[in-house]
């Protein structure tokens, strides 16, 4: 969502680009090949592995976007507890959990959640990577447009942020 | 605690005079009486030695045989190197388990037995091997495993457990060992007859600066592992400025697959301390310490005997020899479990009693060593050389071996052969007369040098032992074509591990990530680009180490990759679908399954 | 005066007294040699060996060594600084870096080292590791997650405090920093003007309510990168 920080350049963006499946057009599946994939959270349930297949499949660059996409963010704080602990506390012991039948919901609709969450790069080979909690606007902006004129991305020192 | 325990402790301080100097010494007798040291033990030793609680917990906390937590009277400490493994220590292990009732780095619920896991105890030649408090047991069968279990349940001392006597003076009563020594080739230099005292006569007979440069004439290298030139060690340490003077025999012999120095300490100490003597008067120094690792301590009685008969004959003490002005005796220090004590720095903090973290070089041991003094430190068998170049002259050493490698050597060979044992050969005998005389009917690969040295092809089993080419330090591992050799490595990473010190980073954490992708690659996880990236990291763990230890640890992967790159080969393939090769739903997804399954 | 000894950084003939470290010498001249663990008044370490250098194509850590007459010294090629890279990595990988909520983001040594080497994101998989937190303190935390084990720390408390808060326990991959008391930090001596807990160069040892003081912008290492007030000398 911080793609929408870079404002009224969104504008001149669309204009170079075509939005395939996104926030902001609410398309869910592809509809054709893509060129760039941009992607953020960390891969944490079975259905974030296959909308990372997804967009590895369709997409010829893949840009990991924030903390999370790059390092697990604070979704990874979870990673150095057991997932049964995590569910316990979440569901059942948790203070402020009302839940009589002491029970996790256990339905085979809702995604299995991983042992830990993963970087995206962990799980799908990633081109490009734009850390930041959220990134800055202009990091975004600027690595699409070097993308998009075939110049090398690189992150100027200002730009290169992990908070 | 109770006033009795407290009393205990507090004793035990002053008996080693409350020095914290002899923080190990300490450490080890309480850990004996306590059988741990944590909580208000710490707070009593700092208090007694004055030092800082935390330098207590430090020291403490650094080696294998001392516990944070309480462990047994009786503590099973089981070897877990690659050659007991190929030995079915698996079996051993599992008898032991059961007949407990626990498993390994558990104590029996009436808090009398402990069971751990322990990395090579240098008994690889009669494997599988355990130590029992410090009682070796070797060649150990299921049967055994129970039999000692029901021994001590019935309440019999562990070192009154029934054996058999190995040969030699493993059946002294001091030693009162079922170890064998395995001497299957006795050579000229190490294991030809001695008579105490003929090389020191010699020596004493010369001016210090002669004997060092009988040292160089003879072209003495190390035999510890590193090669350095003994002659210009002790010069070194002889023209440094110093209050005192130290010689440190280093017998911490931890790398896996050495053992002859254990032989020597059994049938030759009487040499080694002589070759001790004699570099305490080269160098000028009046105080020798021979570093014990704490897996031999069954020897220590036998050592300390024999340092008696010495002092007794006037080869120790002051005067040695009739030698007036030249005063020099030995004492023994043990270790306590931790293989990187055996780097020389290491050794000299251990010694000094602190956590055996090596220490930054320059300055060198030579310069400024034990106690900021200047101090040689040499391996057991370089000492043995010394003495017998002083007995019988340098001329007489380097006709044997080769220009680069003057002298014998001792190998300890084990693994998949007939003979295993310790073999003392000429420098410049090539590996496969070594495996011929070991009796090696399938030998696939020899791991040269311990898991620091390197994985060897039967391509190369034609090169020769020596300083230039095939340099060990006595460890010849032999695997046939049957042996898993991935899985091997993997043990060997799995032991750097355990024994980093953890001081600098490339070797803390280069290590676990080295074996993290060897892991992903033997369950079939790796891609060709993975060899990139171990040889990659593998370089810069190697390149950036602060020492020995993690300047060496990679080789058992990068020399294998080199060597035996057809076994990676053969588990990468490239990832076909979306996912990395290294990424595995199915495990990924393990603990949600099972949670969803049960509830 | 101590002897003056004449070498050469990347080719750079540099000038610097007998018994300096590399780094010291370098320092002085206005060149810069990435560190962690080494910091000014307290003993060098040689523990993270992110000072890495080649010295007479040996691989040293110029944070230990010091200088001789004509060594030559190579710090900024690809070899070296691929080595500092993989280090720095590694350092991100072995702990718990969270910096979106740090309190030491944008004023962290390990942070800025990262952005100077514009790492994006680390080539090894994190470990995440379980460990420990101490607040018992009034005034300072140590959350250990983000500790790098590089003893400024315990050397300050030791050099420059005259006390002993700090000391390292347990050995290899289970190292970590403990202190001078069973119950934690609020039974030791420590007190918040202790230079050992200026010395942190990340943010493992914080003082209690003074995070996010600095806003965004102009925080330490926001505009400039590390090691630019040495090379502006
Ligand atoms: C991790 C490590 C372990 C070592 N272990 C031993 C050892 O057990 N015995 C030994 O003599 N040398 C060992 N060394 C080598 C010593 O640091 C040192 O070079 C040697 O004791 C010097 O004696 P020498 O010159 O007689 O060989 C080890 C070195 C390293 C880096
Ligand atoms: S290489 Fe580093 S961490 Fe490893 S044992 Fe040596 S000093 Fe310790
Ligand atoms: S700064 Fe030199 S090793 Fe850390
Ligand atoms: S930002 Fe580096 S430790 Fe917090």
Redesign the pocket.
């Known amino acids: 969502m911080s793609l929408l920080d870079i404002d009224d350049r969104l504008l001149k963006l669309v204009e170079l680009i075509d939005f395939d499946k996104s926030p902001i057009d609410d398309i869910k599946s592809f509809s054709g090949p893509v060129d760039i994939g941009l992607i953020e959270g960390g891969c944490s349930n079975e259905e974030n592995v296959h909308v990372l297949q997804e967009f590895r499949k369709h997409c010829k660059i893949l840009i990991s976007i924030g903390d999370c996409a790059t390092m697990g963010g604070i979704p990874a704080m979870r990673n150095n507890i057991p997932l049964k602990e995590c569910l316990d506390e979440a569901y059942i012991n948790g203070p402020s959990v009302h839940n009589p039948g002491g029970l996790t919901p256990n339905d085979p609709d809702i995604p299995l959640l991983l042992n830990k969450v993963f970087p995206v790069h962990e799980v799908v080979k990633i081109d490009y990577h734009l850390p930041g909690c959220p990134p800055p606007a202009d990091a975004i902006w600027e690595a699409l447009v070097a993308l998009l004129t075939d110049k090398p991305v690189t992150l100027p020192y200002e730009l290169l942020k992990y908070d | 605690m109770n006033k009795a325990t407290k009393a205990a402790v507090t004793e035990i301080c002053s008996q080693y005079g409350n020095d914290r100097g002899n923080m190990m010494d300490i450490l080890r007798a309480v850990q004996e009486r306590l059988g741990g040291i944590y909580g208000e033990t710490i707070d009593i030793i700092a208090e007694s030695v004055s030092a800082p609680r935390v330098e207590v917990e430090s020291t403490a906390s650094f080696y294998s045989f001392l516990s944070g937590k309480p462990t047994g009277e009786v503590v099973i400490r089981l070897c877990n190197d690659v050659i007991d493994k190929m030995y079915r220590v698996d079996r051993v292990a599992a008898a032991f388990s059961e007949e407990l009732g626990i498993g390994f780095g558990e104590t029996t619920a009436d808090g009398k037995i402990t069971l751990e896991w322990t990395p090579c105890i240098g008994m690889c030649d009669q494997a599988p091997a355990a130590l029992v408090n410090d009682e070796v047991m070797t060649r150990l069968s299921t049967d055994h495993a129970r039999d000692i279990v029901a021994s001590l349940k019935s309440g019999r001392e562990y070192y009154k457990l029934p054996h058999e006597l190995g040969d030699g003076n493993n059946a002294h009563k001091l030693v009162h060992s079922m170890v064998v020594n395995h001497i299957r080739r006795p050579g000229a230099v190490i294991f030809a007859d001695f008579q105490p005292g003929a090389g020191l006569a010699n020596a004493l007979g010369m001016t210090p600066v002669e004997v060092i440069r009988c040292m160089k004439i003879a072209r003495l ?8 030139p ?1 002659g210009l ?1 002790w010069e070194f340490t002889h023209t440094a400025d110093g209050e005192r003077k130290f010689v440190i025999c ?6 896996p697959g ?1 053992f002859k ?1 254990r032989v020597i300490l059994t049938e030759r100490a009487d040499l080694l301390f002589e070759g001790m003597t004699i570099a305490g008067y080269a160098v000028g120094s009046d105080a020798g310490v021979l570093y014990l690792r704490g897996e031999y301590t069954y020897l220590r009685r036998h050592l300390e005997r024999i340092l008696g008969e010495r002092r007794e004959a006037g080869l120790l003490g002051e005067n040695v020899r009739g030698k007036k002005g030249f005063d020099f005796d030995i004492r023994i220090q043990m270790g306590a479990g931790a ?2 004590c ?3 720095t290491a ?1 000299i903090s251990s010694c000094e009693g602190l956590r055996g973290d090596p220490k930054n070089r320059p300055p060198f041991p030579a310069q400024k060593g034990f106690l900021g003094e200047p101090t040689v ?4 068998e ?2 043995c050389c010394a003495a017998r170049i002083m007995e019988k002259g340098a001329a007489w050493f380097s006709q044997f071996g080769t220009k680069g490698s003057a002298g014998t050597k001792l190998l300890s060979v084990c693994g998949d052969c007939d003979r295993p044992g310790v073999y003392e050969v000429n420098f410049g005998t090539k590996l496969s007369e070594v495996l011929e005389m070991a009796e090696a009917a399938d030998p696939a690969a020899v791991q040269v040098s311990g898991p ?1 040295g390197e994985m060897v092809a039967p391509g190369d089993f034609d090169r020769a032992i020596s300083f230039d080419d095939l340099a060990t ?1 006595g460890s010849i591992m032999v695997f046939n074509s049957k042996r898993d050799l991935l899985g091997i490595v993997a043990e060997f990473m799995d032991f750097f591990i355990d024994e980093s010190c953890g001081y600098c980073t490339p070797c803390r954490v280069g290590n676990v990530l080295l074996k993290e992708r060897l892991d992903k690659i033997r369950s079939g996880q790796g891609c060709p680009e993975d060899l990139d990236y171990l040889q990659a990291l593998g370089e810069t763990v190697k390149t950036a180490s602060r ?3 993690g300047q ?1 640890s990679p080789n058992p992967i990068l020399t294998t990759l080199a060597n035996f790159r057809q076994l990676y080969e053969a588990l990468v393939k490239p990832a076909t679908g979306e996912l990395l090769a290294t990424f595995d739903l199915e495990s990924a997804l393990s603990e949600a399954k099972a949670i969803a399954q049960h509830d | 005066m101590s002897k003056s000894i004449t070498f050469t950084i990347d080719g750079v003939e540099v000038t610097a007294q007998a018994g300096q470290t590399i780094l010291q010498a370098a320092d002085a001249a206005g060149v810069y040699i990435p560190r962690l663990c080494a910091k000014t008044d307290l003993s060098p370490f040689g523990a993270c060996r992110v000072c890495t250098v080649l010295a007479d194509g040996r691989p040293q850590a110029a944070c230990t060594q010091p200088v001789s007459e004509g060594m030559v010294v190579e710090s900024e090629i690809p070899k070296v600084q691929q080595i500092r890279r993989d280090i720095i990595e590694m350092l991100f990988v072995e702990g718990n870096h969270y910096c979106m909520f740090c309190e030491k983001s944008g004023n962290c040594e390990l942070q800025a080292l990262a952005y100077r080497f514009g790492i994006v994101a680390p080539k090894y998989p994190y470990l995440f590791p379980q460990r420990e937190l101490d607040a018992s303190h009034p005034d300072i935390f140590i959350d250990r997650n983000r500790c790098i084990l590089c003893g400024r720390c315990v050397r300050a408390s030791k050099e420059l405090d005259g006390k002993n808060v700090f000391q390292f326990v347990g050995r290899g991959p289970n190292k970590k920093v403990a202190v001078n008391a069973e119950a934690g930090l609020s039974d030791t001596d420590v007190a918040v003007i202790d230079e050992a807990i200026d010395a942190c160069p990340v943010g493992a040892i914080i003082k209690k309510r003074t995070g996010y003081r600095v806003p965004i912008g102009q925080r330490k290492y926001d505009s400039k990168p590390i090691g630019s007030d040495i090379e502006t000398k």
């Open positions: 290298r190390g035999r510890g592992g590193a090669g350095f003994t060690k280093n017998a911490d012999e931890g790398e050495t120095d293989y990187i055996g780097e020389e050794l430190v040499n391996n057991v370089t000492l620091s330090g020492c020995g230890l060496t």
